[in-house]
Every structure is written in structure tokens, then in C-alpha cells.
């Protein structure tokens, strides 16, 4: 099993015919994920690696079925496309954009608290069930299927971590990048409780970073709801207060918050041991296992 | 990215709050101009993005001529924890009775904005969240209607303010808010609002953040982010476009993705070394942004060593490798030694096509760090 996504997904991808979107509609398909349809303003009839596209998100959900979506739309028109997402009543809509303004995002989230839709991301790397399905831009070939589930802020930083237990034998049972903004869908504590309700995800590493309380809340989260260990890493443990560090969500600000310090401390106060490399996270869960 | 204080006032004067008068002068001869303008007492203010400028020296009160060519000379082109002040703000200095604190800003984990008021302003005011939070009012705004006046109105009689400026500071802040949206500020803060003997409002400084990821719909924004820079080196990362963060150590870093480029920084430091900067130079770099990437950190003369940690996923381990040999023929000598770490996307292709009379490469992250520290430690000896 897995959360959120497996072989069944049908997936529209928004903004198919773009550079990026094109690209990776290609490689998912490659990968063995379902895309039924593309759906691109003004592009309805045409075809993308042999996938239909239409002009709405609605006219592909009716067409083809679609239950998820991966949206691929510069930031400028991005928040309009999630808002489509989310009026279809679509299962999931992944949102791989980076860059749109935080603004746009806190109406987003607004319309979110008022739908059933899961939003992941926006700026996120998508998500993996290895063997099954990708929506996303993670590489597939470092991923192996497994039963270690995986949540993280940082796309790259993911990569590193799934390699250091691949290369150990340790696969994964599904992956997933939360995304590096201020506001997001789907959080820390949303994935980290469909893992400790998924009976095949035997361990789980979260990877954190500096900026707002996100890991402190999950710590809490684990430290009271789950039964499946953890293993943790947070990066910026050297970065300056006041600086954004790449991630438009990975600013400490000035009166201290966000730091790795308080995310480390409540990580380990609810038992979960944080690596000081990610060579060491791949420790902890070897040994949970 | 911060806006100066003269240029968050002059948006704020524009939209009609009542702000000192003042000039803007970069020489002391300027200055003195713009005392004889405004009278005494003026403030002479470093025009800096530096926290806490008055306790550091940055700001001072003149009473007559001679203090104010004293205090100009002395800020102007003084350096405030690392930052050259090449510019002050002269202004009129306000009597004041009050000083309250105002602000708006994006409350991440309710997703919304949020307006606050306290009535002890002038003083630290994240001092005051720690030690005393119910001395700020709090008010969410709930961003698909926008603000309701009665709000602005609820937060400020909750916090306190006297009856008779209440409505004039709610008002205050309502065109904060106003000014939040249109700007794509991701915060607004006022601190010290000042109550006059005569019961006027006035917004003594003036904290203007915009966000980053809406300059493409702010053009007169960006063109104050592109004033707004204060160091040749962030100067160039604008220009190039990376997001590049100068810090004070000796090994050079660059990598791809925001976390990725964290975590080098964390093991640089981990493994006894000390970061320089953060550099992240995206996904799906090509050659071309390589180059540039490696031009930016050898133009920083704090840097010692160099570590370049790829982890391709769009990016490809074949056009990073391509990128670096250009980059390095160019030198008769190489400036400083990099290592190289590709894994990911095309990583293997990537590591034949290095040239290794140039480069040093490793396999792994931490073997990596560990030796650009290493030779970043034998320059210093």
C-alpha cells in the first residue's frame, strides 16, 4: 500500500504543453503513472506524446476521468490554475510551480478549508510511489519501493536522503515534497498521519528546514498520535536570522522563531532521533528496522 | 525584500498618513540643506537595511547646526555591522506624548494576514511578543474579502489606545493594510506611531517588506529592489538571478535546491569549516548559469575553497560537469581549489566529462565538505 497516490491515479497534467510540463508529463508516463489528459487554455483538441489535452480541467475530468492533477503553470497564473484544480473537485492537485506570490496562496488556502481536494505544494517536487506512480518531478530511478515513508520540504534535499537508503537496501513506500513556501496544502502532520495509518509504512523520515513552526507542530503530533518511528533531519541549522534561504518559507525570523534549534529540540523531545548528516538519518531508520 | 525607510515613507505619504517631514541627502553638505529646510530638532537617519540602527549609532538627534554637520559626517559612510551607510534620511523631529506599534502582516500557520496593535511602541517590539504577548492585539484578516473597516476599529480599541486618537490610528491602519495588498507586502510595520501634544498621529519609521515572488507584477517595486541593494556581490546575484545569501565564513558553496544547499552549508560548518555563502542555482541549470555561479563565488574574496554539490533531478549531471570545464579553462591558474560532487540525473556522464586537472571530485556529500574544508584550512595556515 501507500498514501495519497498508487496505480489507479489518473492524472490531468496542467500546462502539458509548456517546456517543463511537457517534459515531465513525458517522464511520468515513462515512469508508469496513468496521464489521461492535458488541459491547456486554448490547446483543447490538440496532443501531447499521444495524450489528449483539453482547454479546461472540467472537460478533462468529464473526458477522461481524471482524479488528480499536476499543474505546471508559471507563477503569474498559477494560483488561477490551482483554484481550477480545486473547483473540479479533484482527489489531489500537485502544484510544482515556484514562485507565486504569498498573497495569491492565502485565498488559495482559503477556497482549501472549503473543498475536499488535497493540495501539495505549491514550489514541491510532487510525489512517488515507487513501483506505482509519480506526479512530479522527482527523478524515479533513485527511488526503490520499500516500507519506509518519506516527507520533506526540500526537493534536491530528498533526493540526497532516498539515496542514502536506497544505496542501504531501505525502499520507500511513498515519498513526498510539501514544498518550501510560507503557505502550503498538504502539511507535515496531514502526511505523517496517512503513514502512520498506512499498515506497510514500517518507519518514516521527515525532513525539515528553518521557518515558521510547521516541525514543531508535526513533533508534537508524533510525539502524541504515532506509533511508527521517525527519524528527522532540519537543514539551515548556520543560516542567518533575516535571510531567505532560497525557499520563500525559510526565513528565521528576527525574534528567533523557525530556528533549527527549537525545531531539533522539539523533534527530540517526542523521541525523534535528527541526524547531523543525512548519512545519519539513514542510520536511525536502519536501526528502527 | 526590504524597502529603505524614505522609501516606504514616501509610499505611506502618498497614500495620505501623516509622516515627518524630511530629505534624503548623501553628503553631509546635503544634509546641513536639509536641516536648514526642516528646523531643529532633526533626526539624522542611516538609511540601511540593519536592524536596531539607533542602538548601533545609525541614528541621532541634532539641536543645532553644528551637531547636525557632526552627526552627518559621522553616519554618513560609517559601517553599521557590515553595511556602508551611503545615504540619510534628515527629519523633522516630533514631540511626542505616545508611542504605540502597528503593523500587518502574514501569519503563515493561519494562512492569513494579520493586523497588530500594541500601545507600548518604540521599543523592540518581538521583545514585547516574548515577554508580554497580550500587550499586542491581534486581528486576522480573512484574505478573499479583504479587510472590513470595523476590524481595523475592534484591534485598536482592544489594544488599548486612547479614545481620542483610536479612530485616527484605525485609520492609519486600514491604509496599511490597503498598502499590504497592493504591494505585495509580505509585512508593514510602523514603530513608533507617535500621539503629539496637540493628539496628532504620526508614523515615525517606517518597515516595508515586499515579497519576492510578486516583483513581476510590482515594475516600481523592482526598480526600488534594484536601489535596494547594498552589496556588489548581492548586486550581481540579482543580476544573474540566483538566490544568493553572503555570509562570513571561507569555503565557497554552490549547489541546487534551497534545502540541498542548506545542508552543504550545515556540514561545512558540521565538519569544522565556515560557510561563505549560500548559493542555489536552480533547477535545470545549463552550462551557462554555472559559469556564472562559479564567477560569483571567486569574486568574493572571503572565499577560500570551493564545494559544488549537484543533486540532479532536472538538472543534469552532464551540462554542470560541461559548465565547470568552461568555466575553469579560462583561468591560466584556478583561483581557488573546487571540489565536485555530481549524483542524480546523468551524474555518471557528467563525472568522465570533468576535467580532474582542474577539479577535485568526490562521490559523496560529506566526503565533498570534508575536503573542501580541509583545503580551505591549508590556504589559511
Known amino acids: 500500500m501507500s498514501i495519497f497516490v498508487d496505480d489507479d491515479t489518473r492524472v490531468v497534467v496542467q500546462g502539458i504543453t509548456g517546456g517543463e510540463g511537457k517534459f515531465h508529463a513525458g517522464q511520468m508516463i515513462e515512469y508508469g503513472t496513468n496521464v489521461v489528459a492535458g488541459a491547456v487554455p486554448g490547446k483543447g483538441g490538440q496532443e501531447v506524446d499521444g495524450v489528449p489535452v483539453y482547454d479546461t480541467v472540467d472537460e478533462a475530468v468529464e473526458a477522461e476521468n481524471a482524479d488528480a492533477s499536476v499543474i505546471f503553470v508559471p507563477p503569474a497564473f498559477a494560483a488561477d490554475a490551482i483554484f481550477e484544480s480545486l473547483d473540479t473537485d479533484l482527489d489531489l492537485a500537485v502544484a510544482i510551480t515556484e514562485g507565486i506570490p504569498t498573497q495569491d496562496m492565502a485565498k488559495v488556502n482559503k477556497r482549501l478549508s472549503e473543498t475536499d481536494t488535497r493540495l501539495l505544494g505549491p514550489n514541491c517536487p510532487g510525489i512517488i510511489t515507487p513501483g506505482e506512480s509519480k506526479l512530479g518531478i522527482l527523478p524515479g530511478n533513485i527511488f526503490s519501493e520499500g516500507n519506509v515513508g518519506l516527507v520533506s520540504r526540500s526537493g534536491t534535499l530528498t533526493y540526497q536522503v532516498v539515496d542514502n537508503l536506497t544505496e542501504r537496501g531501505l525502499g520507500q513506500s511513498t515519498a513526498i515534497g510539501i514544498g518550501g513556501d510560507p503557505i502550503i496544502g498538504t502539511s507535515f502532520i496531514d502526511a505523517l498521519e496517512a503513514f502512520e495509518a498506512d499498515p506497510d509504512t514500517d518507519a518514516v523520515v521527515m525532513c525539515g528546514e528553518i521557518g515558521g513552526e510547521d516541525e514543531e507542530q508535526a513533533a508534537r503530533f508524533i510525539g502524541e498520535h504515532m506509533d511508527t518511528p521517525v527519524a528527522g533531519f532540519i537543514a539551515g541549522r548556520t543560516a542567518p536570522p533575516g535571510k531567505r534561504m532560497g525557499h520563500a518559507g525559510a526565513i528565521v525570523s528576527g525574534s528567533g522563531t523557525g530556528t533549527a534549534q527549537s525545531k531539533i529540540d522539539a523533534l527530540n523531545e517526542a523521541g525523534v532521533p535528527v541526524g547531523d548528516t543525512p548519512e545519519e538519518v539513514a542510520d536511525h531508520v536502519e536501526e528502527f528496522l | ?381
Open chain 2, 1 to 381: 525584500m526590504k524597502l529603505h525607510e524614505h522609501q516606504a515613507k514616501s509610499i505611506f505619504a502618498d497614500a495620505g498618513i501623516p509622516v515627518p517631514d524630511s530629505r534624503l541627502a548623501t553628503t553631509v553638505d546635503e544634509a546641513l540643506d536639509a536641516v536648514d529646510e526642516i528646523g531643529y530638532p532633526a533626526a539624522i537617519k542611516a538609511q540601511v537595511h540593519v536592524g536596531g540602527r539607533g542602538k548601533a549609532g545609525g541614528i541621532k538627534i541634532a539641536t543645532d547646526r553644528d551637531e547636525a554637520e557632526q552627526y552627518a559626517e559621522e553616519i554618513l559612510g560609517m559601517d553599521l555591522k557590515g553595511y556602508t551607510v551611503d545615504q540619510v534620511l534628515v527629519e523633522a523631529g516630533v514631540d511626542f506624548v505616545d508611542e504605540l506599534y502597528v503593523g500587518v502582516t502574514m501569519d503563515r500557520g493561519e494562512g492569513k494576514p494579520v493586523l497588530m496593535v500594541s500601545t507600548e511602541g518604540g521599543v523592540d517590539i518581538e521583545e514585547v511578543a516574548e515577554e508580554n504577548p497580550d500587550a499586542i492585539a491581534r486581528e486576522h484578516v480573512d484574505p478573499a474579502f479583504g479587510l472590513h473597516p470595523y476590524q481595523a476599529r475592534k484591534v485598536v480599541y482592544e489594544a488599548g489606545v486612547d479614545a481620542d486618537v483610536a479612530l485616527d490610528v484605525a485609520s492609519i491602519l486600514s491604509t496599511l493594510y490597503d498598502l499590504y495588498e497592493e504591494n505585495d507586502a509580505s509585512e508593514i510595520e510602523v514603530n513608533p506611531v507617535m500621539i503629539t501634544d496637540d493628539r496628532d498621529v504620526v508614523a515615525a519609521d517606517a518597515v516595508m517588506n515586499i515579497d519576492e515572488d510578486a516583483l513581476f507584477r510590482q515594475p516600481d517595486l523592482a526598480e526600488m529592489a534594484e536601489e535596494s541593494y547594498e552589496d556588489d556581490l548581492e548586486r550581481k546575484a540579482g543580476e544573474y538571478g540566483f538566490d544568493y545569501v553572503r555570509l562570513s565564513g571561507n569555503v565557497g558553496i554552490i549547489g541546487n535546491g534551497a534545502g540541498l544547499v542548506m545542508t552543504t552549508l550545515d556540514l561545512v560548518d558540521y565538519y569544522g569549516g565556515a560557510p561563505a555563502n549560500f548559493l542555489d542555482i536552480g533547477g535545470g541549470a545549463k552550462a551557462e548559469r554555472v559559469t556564472q555561479a562559479l564567477d560569483m563565488v571567486f569574486s568574493d574574496e572571503n572565499v577560500d575553497a570551493v564545494v559544488f554539490n549537484i543533486f540532479g533531478g532536472i538538472t543534469r549531471g552532464d551540462e554542470v560537469a560541461k559548465g565547470i570545464n568552461e568555466a575553469l579553462e579560462q583561468f591560466d591558474e584556478i583561483p581557488k581549489k573546487v571540489v565536485v560532487r555530481l549524483a542524480g540525473t546523468n551524474a555518471e556522464e557528467g563525472m568522465e566529462i570533468l576535467n580532474t586537472d582542474l577539479v577535485e571530485v568526490e562521490k559523496t556529500l560529506e566526503d565533498a565538505v570534508q575536503r573542501a574544508v580541509q583545503n580551505a584550512e591549508e590556504v589559511t595556515q
